[in-house]
Protein backbone atom coordinates (compact mmCIF):
# COMPACT_ATOMS: atom_id res chain seq x y z
CA UNK A 1 0.00 0.00 0.00
CA UNK A 2 1.58 3.76 -0.69
CA UNK A 3 -0.72 6.89 -0.56
CA UNK A 4 1.33 10.53 -0.77
CA UNK A 5 -0.37 13.69 0.38
CA UNK A 6 -0.62 16.90 1.22
CA UNK A 7 -1.73 19.34 4.03
CA UNK A 8 -1.87 22.78 5.29
CA UNK A 9 0.39 23.18 8.97
CA UNK A 10 -1.06 26.51 9.37
CA UNK A 11 -3.63 28.15 7.56
CA UNK A 12 -5.18 31.37 9.20
CA UNK A 13 -8.76 31.93 9.23
CA UNK A 14 -8.19 36.01 8.13
CA UNK A 15 -6.16 37.81 5.61
CA UNK A 16 -5.54 40.81 4.65
CA UNK A 17 -6.35 41.96 1.15
CA UNK A 18 -3.44 42.86 -0.66
CA UNK A 19 -1.47 41.80 1.70
CA UNK A 20 1.06 38.55 1.95
CA UNK A 21 -0.34 35.78 4.17
CA UNK A 22 2.14 33.17 5.77
CA UNK A 23 0.99 30.10 5.71
CA UNK A 24 2.76 26.57 5.66
CA UNK A 25 2.03 22.92 4.08
CA UNK A 26 3.72 19.75 4.69
CA UNK A 27 3.77 17.21 1.86
CA UNK A 28 3.43 13.46 3.28
CA UNK A 29 4.39 10.01 1.73
CA UNK A 30 4.54 6.34 2.94
CA UNK A 31 7.59 4.26 4.24
CA UNK A 32 9.46 6.73 4.85
CA UNK A 33 9.92 7.99 1.32
CA UNK A 34 12.22 11.11 0.64
CA UNK A 35 12.84 13.72 -2.32
CA UNK A 36 10.73 16.80 -3.76
CA UNK A 37 7.72 17.52 -5.54
CA UNK A 38 6.06 20.07 -7.60
CA UNK A 39 2.89 21.66 -5.45
CA UNK A 40 0.80 23.81 -8.08
CA UNK A 41 -0.68 26.91 -5.59
CA UNK A 42 -4.19 28.06 -6.95
CA UNK A 43 -6.17 31.07 -5.30
CA UNK A 44 -9.74 31.02 -6.36
CA UNK A 45 -9.36 28.76 -9.06
CA UNK A 46 -6.48 30.66 -10.72
CA UNK A 47 -2.81 28.66 -10.69
CA UNK A 48 -0.62 31.73 -8.98
CA UNK A 49 2.69 29.88 -8.47
CA UNK A 50 4.76 26.26 -8.54
CA UNK A 51 6.44 25.40 -5.44
CA UNK A 52 9.16 22.91 -4.82
CA UNK A 53 8.50 21.39 -1.64
CA UNK A 54 10.60 18.35 -0.10
CA UNK A 55 8.77 15.30 1.35
CA UNK A 56 8.17 15.16 4.94
CA UNK A 57 9.01 18.62 5.84
CA UNK A 58 6.61 21.85 6.52
CA UNK A 59 7.27 23.84 3.48
CA UNK A 60 6.51 27.94 4.04
CA UNK A 61 4.03 29.77 1.89
CA UNK A 62 3.24 33.20 1.19
CA UNK A 63 0.00 34.24 -1.01
CA UNK A 64 -1.45 37.65 -1.35
CA UNK A 65 -5.65 37.94 -0.70
CA UNK A 66 -7.06 39.42 -3.97
CA UNK A 67 -10.27 40.87 -2.59
CA UNK A 68 -13.09 40.88 0.35
CA UNK A 69 -15.23 37.73 1.32
CA UNK A 70 -14.63 34.52 1.58
CA UNK A 71 -10.92 33.24 -1.03
CA UNK A 72 -9.96 29.69 -1.70
CA UNK A 73 -6.58 28.88 -1.45
CA UNK A 74 -5.63 25.27 -3.26
CA UNK A 75 -2.56 23.12 -3.15
CA UNK A 76 -2.07 20.36 -5.59
CA UNK A 77 0.12 17.50 -6.25
CA UNK A 78 0.20 14.91 -8.56
CA UNK A 79 -0.99 11.27 -8.33
CA UNK A 80 1.45 8.57 -8.46
CA UNK A 81 0.82 5.15 -9.89
CA UNK A 82 -1.15 2.72 -7.93
CA UNK A 83 -2.25 5.41 -4.91
CA UNK A 84 -4.95 3.98 -2.72
CA UNK A 85 -6.64 7.44 -3.71
CA UNK A 86 -6.16 10.60 -5.17
CA UNK A 87 -8.42 12.46 -3.00
CA UNK A 88 -5.80 13.91 -0.61
CA UNK A 89 -3.53 14.83 -3.16
CA UNK A 90 -5.80 18.32 -2.69
CA UNK A 91 -5.26 20.88 -0.04
CA UNK A 92 -7.83 23.87 0.53
CA UNK A 93 -8.09 26.53 2.97
CA UNK A 94 -10.86 28.89 3.14
CA UNK A 95 -10.06 32.48 4.17
CA UNK A 96 -12.02 35.43 4.37
CA UNK A 97 -10.18 38.70 2.99
CA UNK A 98 -10.72 41.88 5.35
CA UNK A 99 -9.02 45.45 4.54
CA UNK A 100 -7.39 47.74 6.42
CA UNK A 101 -9.25 50.25 8.36
CA UNK A 102 -11.21 52.58 5.06
CA UNK A 103 -9.64 56.55 5.35
CA UNK A 104 -12.43 59.07 4.75
CA UNK A 105 -11.60 62.99 4.50
CA UNK A 106 -15.10 64.72 5.17
CA UNK A 107 -15.26 68.34 4.24
CA UNK A 108 -18.07 70.47 5.52
CA UNK A 109 -18.76 73.76 3.75
CA UNK A 110 -20.10 75.34 6.86
CA UNK A 111 -22.06 74.50 9.97
CA UNK A 112 -25.71 73.65 8.90
CA UNK A 113 -28.24 71.08 10.53
CA UNK A 114 -26.69 67.89 9.19
CA UNK A 115 -23.31 68.54 9.83
CA UNK A 116 -22.97 65.98 12.46
CA UNK A 117 -25.03 63.25 10.83
CA UNK A 118 -22.26 62.29 8.68
CA UNK A 119 -19.52 62.51 11.32
CA UNK A 120 -21.30 60.58 14.02
CA UNK A 121 -21.95 57.58 11.72
CA UNK A 122 -18.28 57.36 10.27
CA UNK A 123 -16.73 57.29 13.39
CA UNK A 124 -19.56 54.87 14.87
CA UNK A 125 -17.80 52.56 12.03
CA UNK A 126 -15.11 50.68 13.36
CA UNK A 127 -13.48 49.76 10.16
CA UNK A 128 -13.07 53.81 9.26
CA UNK A 129 -10.94 56.14 9.78
CA UNK A 130 -12.19 59.89 9.65
CA UNK A 131 -10.67 63.00 8.47
CA UNK A 132 -12.81 65.73 9.35
CA UNK A 133 -12.47 69.43 8.33
CA UNK A 134 -15.44 72.35 8.83
CA UNK A 135 -15.13 75.41 7.05
CA UNK A 136 -16.30 77.78 9.65
CA UNK A 137 -14.04 80.47 8.89
CA UNK A 138 -13.25 81.73 4.80
CA UNK A 139 -10.15 83.18 3.85
CA UNK A 140 -12.18 86.10 2.32
CA UNK A 141 -13.94 86.79 6.18
CA UNK A 142 -12.14 89.95 7.86
CA UNK A 143 -13.31 90.38 11.38
CA UNK A 144 -10.38 92.23 12.64
CA UNK A 145 -9.39 88.76 15.07
CA UNK A 146 -6.09 88.69 16.05
CA UNK A 147 -3.90 85.77 14.60
CA UNK A 148 -2.96 84.77 17.85
CA UNK A 149 -6.89 84.48 19.62
CA UNK A 150 -7.95 82.20 16.95
CA UNK A 151 -8.41 78.35 18.17
CA UNK A 152 -9.16 77.26 14.49
CA UNK A 153 -5.82 75.56 12.38
CA UNK A 154 -4.83 76.06 8.89
CA UNK A 155 -7.06 73.95 6.40
CA UNK A 156 -4.00 71.78 5.30
CA UNK A 157 -4.73 71.67 1.65
CA UNK A 158 -1.85 70.93 0.14
CA UNK A 159 -0.75 67.83 2.23
CA UNK A 160 -4.84 66.07 1.77
CA UNK A 161 -5.61 67.17 -1.80
CA UNK A 162 -2.05 66.56 -3.33
CA UNK A 163 0.58 65.00 -1.22
CA UNK A 164 -1.82 62.31 0.43
CA UNK A 165 -5.24 62.11 -1.47
CA UNK A 166 -4.29 58.79 -3.01
CA UNK A 167 -4.02 57.51 1.07
CA UNK A 168 -8.17 58.04 1.14
CA UNK A 169 -10.70 55.79 0.18
CA UNK A 170 -13.25 58.60 -0.14
CA UNK A 171 -13.56 61.59 -0.25
CA UNK A 172 -17.05 63.65 0.76
CA UNK A 173 -18.00 67.12 0.17
CA UNK A 174 -21.29 67.95 2.68
CA UNK A 175 -22.85 71.72 1.30
CA UNK A 176 -19.56 72.46 0.34
CA UNK A 177 -19.12 75.42 -2.02
CA UNK A 178 -15.99 76.95 -4.09
CA UNK A 179 -13.85 79.17 -2.61
CA UNK A 180 -10.44 80.26 -2.00
CA UNK A 181 -9.75 77.59 0.20
CA UNK A 182 -9.25 75.28 -2.36
CA UNK A 183 -7.01 76.39 -5.47
CA UNK A 184 -9.26 76.20 -8.51
CA UNK A 185 -6.11 73.49 -9.35
CA UNK A 186 -7.22 71.01 -6.75
CA UNK A 187 -10.69 70.22 -8.16
CA UNK A 188 -8.33 69.32 -11.21
CA UNK A 189 -6.64 66.40 -9.12
CA UNK A 190 -9.85 65.27 -7.07
CA UNK A 191 -11.33 64.59 -10.41
CA UNK A 192 -8.05 62.63 -11.16
CA UNK A 193 -8.59 60.43 -8.45
CA UNK A 194 -11.54 59.61 -8.99
CA UNK A 195 -11.11 58.54 -12.45
CA UNK A 196 -8.17 56.90 -10.99
CA UNK A 197 -10.48 54.77 -8.59
CA UNK A 198 -11.16 56.88 -6.03
CA UNK A 199 -14.82 57.37 -4.45
CA UNK A 200 -16.05 60.96 -3.82
CA UNK A 201 -19.48 61.99 -2.74
CA UNK A 202 -21.47 65.07 -2.80
CA UNK A 203 -24.32 65.50 -0.18
CA UNK A 204 -25.37 68.37 -1.96
CA UNK A 205 -27.42 71.67 -0.44
CA UNK A 206 -28.53 75.37 -1.62
CA UNK A 207 -25.01 76.60 -2.71
CA UNK A 208 -24.55 73.70 -5.35
CA UNK A 209 -27.56 75.15 -7.38
CA UNK A 210 -25.55 78.71 -6.51
CA UNK A 211 -22.90 80.72 -8.12
CA UNK A 212 -19.97 79.34 -5.73
CA UNK A 213 -20.95 75.80 -6.81
CA UNK A 214 -18.45 73.22 -7.09
CA UNK A 215 -20.03 72.60 -10.76
CA UNK A 216 -18.68 75.58 -11.72
CA UNK A 217 -14.92 74.03 -11.17
CA UNK A 218 -12.58 71.68 -13.22
CA UNK A 219 -14.47 68.99 -10.65
CA UNK A 220 -17.60 69.31 -13.15
CA UNK A 221 -15.58 66.16 -15.19
CA UNK A 222 -16.67 63.97 -12.52
CA UNK A 223 -19.78 64.89 -11.31
CA UNK A 224 -22.92 63.08 -12.73
CA UNK A 225 -25.22 65.68 -12.98
CA UNK A 226 -25.40 69.73 -13.67
CA UNK A 227 -27.50 72.19 -11.71
CA UNK A 228 -30.50 73.97 -13.18
CA UNK A 229 -29.85 76.66 -10.44
CA UNK A 230 -33.80 75.77 -9.15
CA UNK A 231 -34.20 74.66 -5.30
CA UNK A 232 -37.27 72.84 -4.85
CA UNK A 233 -38.64 73.84 -1.25
CA UNK A 234 -41.31 71.50 -1.53
CA UNK A 235 -42.39 68.40 1.05
CA UNK A 236 -42.13 64.72 -0.11
CA UNK A 237 -41.42 61.37 1.10
CA UNK A 238 -38.09 60.38 -0.60
CA UNK A 239 -39.15 56.68 -2.41
CA UNK A 240 -37.06 54.29 -4.42
CA UNK A 241 -37.12 54.16 -8.16
CA UNK A 242 -37.75 50.97 -10.02
CA UNK A 243 -33.71 50.73 -10.51
CA UNK A 244 -33.22 51.49 -6.74
CA UNK A 245 -35.19 48.76 -5.82
CA UNK A 246 -33.31 46.26 -7.15
CA UNK A 247 -29.88 48.39 -6.50
CA UNK A 248 -27.81 46.52 -3.16
CA UNK A 249 -27.41 49.97 -1.83
CA UNK A 250 -31.19 50.79 -1.92
CA UNK A 251 -33.05 47.18 -2.40
CA UNK A 252 -35.06 46.29 0.72
CA UNK A 253 -34.68 49.64 2.71
CA UNK A 254 -36.61 49.70 5.83
CA UNK A 255 -40.01 51.21 5.67
CA UNK A 256 -39.42 51.16 1.84
CA UNK A 257 -42.24 48.46 1.05
CA UNK A 258 -45.14 50.81 1.85
CA UNK A 259 -46.53 53.69 -0.25
CA UNK A 260 -46.53 56.61 1.07
CA UNK A 261 -42.80 54.97 2.54
CA UNK A 262 -42.61 54.43 6.63
CA UNK A 263 -40.36 57.02 6.88
CA UNK A 264 -40.55 60.80 7.63
CA UNK A 265 -40.73 63.81 4.80
CA UNK A 266 -38.24 65.82 3.50
CA UNK A 267 -38.58 69.49 2.27
CA UNK A 268 -36.09 70.13 0.09
CA UNK A 269 -34.60 68.80 -3.41
CA UNK A 270 -31.57 70.42 -5.81
CA UNK A 271 -32.36 70.48 -9.20
CA UNK A 272 -30.20 68.76 -11.98
CA UNK A 273 -30.33 68.64 -15.76
CA UNK A 274 -28.95 65.56 -17.75
CA UNK A 275 -28.57 63.19 -14.82
CA UNK A 276 -26.09 60.32 -15.30
CA UNK A 277 -25.32 56.85 -13.73
CA UNK A 278 -28.24 54.95 -11.97
CA UNK A 279 -31.23 57.55 -9.86
CA UNK A 280 -32.19 55.19 -7.29
CA UNK A 281 -34.33 57.35 -5.35
CA UNK A 282 -36.63 60.40 -6.40
CA UNK A 283 -37.96 63.17 -4.40
CA UNK A 284 -40.31 65.92 -4.84
CA UNK A 285 -42.29 65.47 -8.45
CA UNK A 286 -40.22 62.67 -9.31
CA UNK A 287 -37.03 64.52 -9.22
CA UNK A 288 -33.64 62.56 -8.71
CA UNK A 289 -32.74 62.69 -5.18
CA UNK A 290 -30.06 59.94 -4.91
CA UNK A 291 -27.30 59.44 -8.80
CA UNK A 292 -24.77 56.38 -8.32
CA UNK A 293 -22.30 56.73 -11.29
CA UNK A 294 -19.09 55.28 -12.05
CA UNK A 295 -16.12 57.78 -13.61
CA UNK A 296 -13.12 55.80 -15.50
CA UNK A 297 -12.00 53.68 -12.58
CA UNK A 298 -13.60 55.54 -9.38
CA UNK A 299 -17.36 56.03 -8.13
CA UNK A 300 -19.28 58.81 -7.65
CA UNK A 301 -22.44 59.67 -5.24
CA UNK A 302 -24.88 62.27 -5.24
CA UNK A 303 -27.39 63.64 -2.56
CA UNK A 304 -29.10 66.08 -4.09
CA UNK A 305 -30.90 67.29 -0.64
CA UNK A 306 -29.35 68.07 2.84
CA UNK A 307 -31.90 66.79 5.37
CA UNK A 308 -31.19 63.28 5.93
CA UNK A 309 -30.66 64.59 9.19
CA UNK A 310 -34.30 64.78 9.38
CA UNK A 311 -34.55 60.69 9.83
CA UNK A 312 -31.14 61.20 12.69
CA UNK A 313 -33.53 63.36 14.64
CA UNK A 314 -36.33 60.95 14.44
CA UNK A 315 -38.68 63.99 12.87
CA UNK A 316 -42.00 62.21 11.83
CA UNK A 317 -40.52 58.84 13.02
CA UNK A 318 -37.21 59.48 11.46
CA UNK A 319 -35.69 56.88 8.67
CA UNK A 320 -33.20 54.16 7.76
CA UNK A 321 -30.48 57.02 7.45
CA UNK A 322 -27.95 55.16 9.30
CA UNK A 323 -28.68 52.18 6.78
CA UNK A 324 -28.52 53.99 3.39
CA UNK A 325 -25.50 56.17 4.16
CA UNK A 326 -23.64 53.26 5.37
CA UNK A 327 -24.79 51.52 2.01
CA UNK A 328 -23.75 54.66 -0.05
CA UNK A 329 -20.19 55.16 1.96
CA UNK A 330 -19.33 51.25 1.17
CA UNK A 331 -20.85 51.08 -2.29
CA UNK A 332 -17.86 54.01 -3.09
CA UNK A 333 -15.45 52.32 -1.74
CA UNK A 334 -16.21 48.93 -3.84
CA UNK A 335 -17.53 46.35 -1.25
CA UNK A 336 -18.36 43.26 -2.92
CA UNK A 337 -21.77 42.37 -0.76
CA UNK A 338 -22.47 45.62 -2.72
CA UNK A 339 -22.17 45.39 -6.26
CA UNK A 340 -25.08 45.44 -8.51
CA UNK A 341 -23.37 42.69 -10.68
CA UNK A 342 -22.39 39.23 -8.66
CA UNK A 343 -22.45 35.38 -8.43
CA UNK A 344 -21.49 34.09 -5.22
CA UNK A 345 -21.57 30.59 -4.57
CA UNK A 346 -21.77 28.36 -0.91
CA UNK A 347 -21.81 24.57 -0.10
CA UNK A 348 -23.53 23.44 3.09
CA UNK A 349 -23.42 20.26 3.49
CA UNK A 350 -24.15 18.49 -0.12
CA UNK A 351 -25.90 20.90 -1.75
CA UNK A 352 -24.53 23.86 -4.16
CA UNK A 353 -26.43 26.98 -3.27
CA UNK A 354 -25.99 29.89 -5.96
CA UNK A 355 -27.20 33.67 -5.70
CA UNK A 356 -27.38 36.07 -8.40
CA UNK A 357 -27.04 39.43 -7.79
CA UNK A 358 -28.12 41.46 -11.40
CA UNK A 359 -30.17 44.48 -12.73
CA UNK A 360 -31.39 42.81 -15.11
CA UNK A 361 -34.86 41.22 -15.27
CA UNK A 362 -33.74 37.43 -16.06
CA UNK A 363 -29.88 36.65 -15.56
CA UNK A 364 -30.40 32.68 -17.10
CA UNK A 365 -29.61 30.02 -15.82
CA UNK A 366 -26.40 29.36 -13.88
CA UNK A 367 -23.28 26.70 -15.59
CA UNK A 368 -21.64 24.45 -13.05
CA UNK A 369 -18.70 22.19 -13.25
CA UNK A 370 -17.87 19.74 -11.27
CA UNK A 371 -14.62 18.47 -9.77
CA UNK A 372 -14.53 15.69 -12.04
CA UNK A 373 -15.57 17.64 -15.05
CA UNK A 374 -18.99 16.92 -15.59
CA UNK A 375 -21.28 19.81 -16.99
CA UNK A 376 -24.82 20.80 -16.01
CA UNK A 377 -27.19 23.74 -14.99
CA UNK A 378 -29.17 25.51 -12.50
CA UNK A 379 -32.19 27.34 -13.38
CA UNK A 380 -31.78 30.39 -10.94
CA UNK A 381 -35.58 31.64 -9.59
CA UNK A 382 -35.81 35.08 -8.71
CA UNK A 383 -36.36 35.24 -4.86
CA UNK A 384 -36.51 39.02 -4.39
CA UNK A 385 -36.58 42.26 -6.76
CA UNK A 386 -32.63 42.21 -7.96
CA UNK A 387 -31.65 38.75 -6.42
CA UNK A 388 -31.77 35.30 -7.64
CA UNK A 389 -31.11 31.73 -5.93
CA UNK A 390 -30.69 28.48 -7.04
CA UNK A 391 -29.54 25.30 -6.02
CA UNK A 392 -28.70 21.39 -6.44
CA UNK A 393 -27.96 18.37 -4.49
CA UNK A 394 -24.47 16.81 -5.07
CA UNK A 395 -22.92 13.66 -4.56
CA UNK A 396 -19.02 14.65 -5.51
CA UNK A 397 -16.50 16.55 -3.03
CA UNK A 398 -14.88 19.36 -3.74
CA UNK A 399 -14.36 22.29 -6.00
CA UNK A 400 -17.32 23.57 -8.63
CA UNK A 401 -16.98 26.58 -10.55
CA UNK A 402 -19.77 28.58 -11.14
CA UNK A 403 -20.57 30.70 -14.08
CA UNK A 404 -23.07 33.26 -14.94
CA UNK A 405 -22.85 35.28 -17.82
CA UNK A 406 -19.09 36.85 -17.62
CA UNK A 407 -19.49 36.45 -13.67
CA UNK A 408 -17.73 32.95 -12.33
CA UNK A 409 -17.54 31.88 -8.89
CA UNK A 410 -15.97 28.88 -7.06
CA UNK A 411 -17.51 26.77 -3.83
CA UNK A 412 -16.34 23.95 -1.98
CA UNK A 413 -18.95 21.18 -1.40
CA UNK A 414 -18.52 18.84 1.42
CA UNK A 415 -16.11 18.63 4.12
CA UNK A 416 -12.75 20.59 3.75
CA UNK A 417 -9.85 18.05 3.88
CA UNK A 418 -11.71 15.16 4.96
CA UNK A 419 -10.28 13.82 7.69
CA UNK A 420 -10.77 9.75 6.55
CA UNK A 421 -8.70 11.05 3.33
CA UNK A 422 -5.93 11.97 5.90
CA UNK A 423 -3.96 8.82 6.26
CA UNK A 424 -5.38 5.90 4.25
CA UNK A 425 -2.75 3.42 4.43
CA UNK A 426 -3.72 0.32 6.54
CA UNK A 427 -1.47 0.04 9.99
CA UNK A 428 -1.35 -2.76 12.76
CA UNK A 429 0.35 0.21 15.17
CA UNK A 430 -2.64 1.63 16.23
CA UNK A 431 -4.36 -0.78 17.89
CA UNK A 432 -1.34 -3.21 18.95
CA UNK A 433 -0.43 -1.52 21.72
CA UNK A 434 -4.18 -1.53 23.54
CA UNK A 435 -5.00 -5.21 22.24
CA UNK A 436 -1.50 -7.13 23.70
CA UNK A 437 -1.96 -4.63 26.83
CA UNK A 438 -5.59 -6.67 27.45
CA UNK A 439 -3.91 -10.18 26.25
CA UNK A 440 -5.05 -9.56 22.38
CA UNK A 441 -3.80 -9.14 19.04
CA UNK A 442 -3.88 -7.86 15.83
CA UNK A 443 -3.38 -9.46 12.77
CA UNK A 444 -2.73 -8.57 9.47
CA UNK A 445 -4.52 -10.89 6.69
CA UNK A 446 -1.82 -12.98 4.89
CA UNK A 447 -2.32 -13.68 0.99
CA UNK A 448 -2.91 -17.04 0.23
CA UNK A 449 -3.45 -18.70 -3.18
CA UNK A 450 -4.65 -22.31 -1.69
CA UNK A 451 -7.50 -20.66 0.15
CA UNK A 452 -8.30 -18.09 -2.69
CA UNK A 453 -11.59 -19.81 -3.80
CA UNK A 454 -12.86 -19.97 0.17
CA UNK A 455 -11.49 -16.66 1.28
CA UNK A 456 -11.46 -14.77 -1.25
CA UNK A 457 -7.44 -15.19 -1.65
CA UNK A 458 -6.50 -13.96 2.35
CA UNK A 459 -5.97 -16.70 5.18
CA UNK A 460 -8.17 -16.54 8.05
CA UNK A 461 -7.35 -16.93 11.61
CA UNK A 462 -9.74 -18.95 13.76
CA UNK A 463 -11.79 -17.56 15.71
CA UNK A 464 -12.83 -19.64 18.83
CA UNK A 465 -14.61 -18.64 22.43
CA UNK A 466 -11.83 -18.26 25.33
CA UNK A 467 -12.13 -18.21 29.01
CA UNK A 468 -11.88 -14.61 30.73
CA UNK A 469 -8.74 -15.62 32.22
CA UNK A 470 -7.53 -17.81 29.05
CA UNK A 471 -5.03 -16.22 26.55
CA UNK A 472 -7.24 -14.59 23.89
CA UNK A 473 -4.33 -15.10 21.03
CA UNK A 474 -2.64 -18.01 19.52
CA UNK A 475 -0.43 -18.85 16.30
CA UNK A 476 -3.01 -19.34 13.86
CA UNK A 477 -6.67 -18.50 15.93
CA UNK A 478 -8.08 -15.80 17.53
CA UNK A 479 -10.43 -15.90 21.12
CA UNK A 480 -13.69 -13.81 22.28
CA UNK A 481 -13.90 -13.96 25.71
CA UNK A 482 -17.21 -15.24 27.24
CA UNK A 483 -17.94 -13.17 30.30
CA UNK A 484 -21.25 -15.49 31.34
CA UNK A 485 -22.92 -12.57 32.56
CA UNK A 486 -26.02 -14.36 30.61
CA UNK A 487 -26.76 -17.70 30.21
CA UNK A 488 -29.68 -18.39 27.48
CA UNK A 489 -31.29 -21.54 28.82
CA UNK A 490 -34.21 -22.07 26.04
CA UNK A 491 -36.24 -20.80 23.57
CA UNK A 492 -40.25 -21.32 23.36
CA UNK A 493 -42.38 -20.34 20.63
CA UNK A 494 -46.65 -20.20 20.27
CA UNK A 495 -48.34 -19.24 17.52
CA UNK A 496 -50.92 -16.68 18.84
CA UNK A 497 -53.37 -17.25 15.98
CA UNK A 498 -53.10 -21.09 15.59
CA UNK A 499 -55.88 -23.72 16.04
CA UNK A 500 -58.95 -22.85 17.75
CA UNK A 501 -57.81 -19.83 19.90
CA UNK A 502 -56.90 -18.15 16.96
CA UNK A 503 -60.72 -18.72 14.96
CA UNK A 504 -62.81 -18.16 18.47
CA UNK A 505 -60.44 -14.52 18.29
CA UNK A 506 -61.62 -13.75 14.82
CA UNK A 507 -65.08 -14.39 15.68
CA UNK A 508 -65.24 -12.42 18.27
CA UNK A 509 -64.14 -9.10 16.60
CA UNK A 510 -66.09 -9.95 13.41
CA UNK A 511 -69.46 -10.14 15.95
CA UNK A 512 -67.96 -6.97 17.77
CA UNK A 513 -67.80 -5.71 14.25
CA UNK A 514 -71.58 -6.29 13.31
CA UNK A 515 -73.25 -5.48 16.47
CA UNK A 516 -71.61 -2.12 16.55
CA UNK A 517 -72.38 -1.60 13.17
CA UNK A 518 -76.54 -3.03 13.68
CA UNK A 519 -76.86 -0.56 16.06
Given at each position: EKDRRIRFENAPRFGLVGKPLEMTYRVLGTNNEAGSVDVRVSVNGEQVSVESATIGQAMPLQVTIPGAGRNIVELAIDPEPYELTDTNNRAIALIDGIRENLRVLLVSGEPHAGERTWRNLLKSDASVDLVHFTILRPPEKQDGTPINELSLI???????????????????????????????LYYDYIAEYVEKGGALLIAAGPEYAGESSIARTPLMSALPAMPTGEVVDKAFYPRLTELGQRHPVTRGLDGSATEPPHWSRWFRTIGVENPEGEAVMKG????????????????VGMFLSDQGWLWARGFEGGGPHVQLYRRIAHWLMKEPELE????????????????????????????????????????????????????????????????????????????????????????????????????????????SSALGNLTGGVTLPSVVPVRSTGAAAGNDWIGLRTTDDSVLKAVSRVPLFGGFLGLGLLLLALGSMWYREGR
Amino acid sequence: EKDRRIRFENAPRFGLVGKPLEMTYRVLGTNNEAGSVDVRVSVNGEQVSVESATIGQAMPLQVTIPGAGRNIVELAIDPEPYELTDTNNRAIALIDGIRENLRVLLVSGEPHAGERTWRNLLKSDASVDLVHFTILRPPEKQDGTPINELSLIAFPTRELFVEKIKDFDLIIFDRYQHRDVLPILYYDYIAEYVEKGGALLIAAGPEYAGESSIARTPLMSALPAMPTGEVVDKAFYPRLTELGQRHPVTRGLDGSATEPPHWSRWFRTIGVENPEGEAVMKGADDRPLLLLDRKGEGRVGMFLSDQGWLWARGFEGGGPHVQLYRRIAHWLMKEPELEEERLTADGRGMMLEIRRQTMSDDPGPAQIITPSGKAMTVKLERAEPGVFLGSIETSEIGLYQVGNGDLKALAHVGPVNAPEFTDVVSTENRLKAPAEATGGSVRRLAQSSALGNLTGGVTLPSVVPVRSTGAAAGNDWIGLRTTDDSVLKAVSRVPLFGGFLGLGLLLLALGSMWYREGR
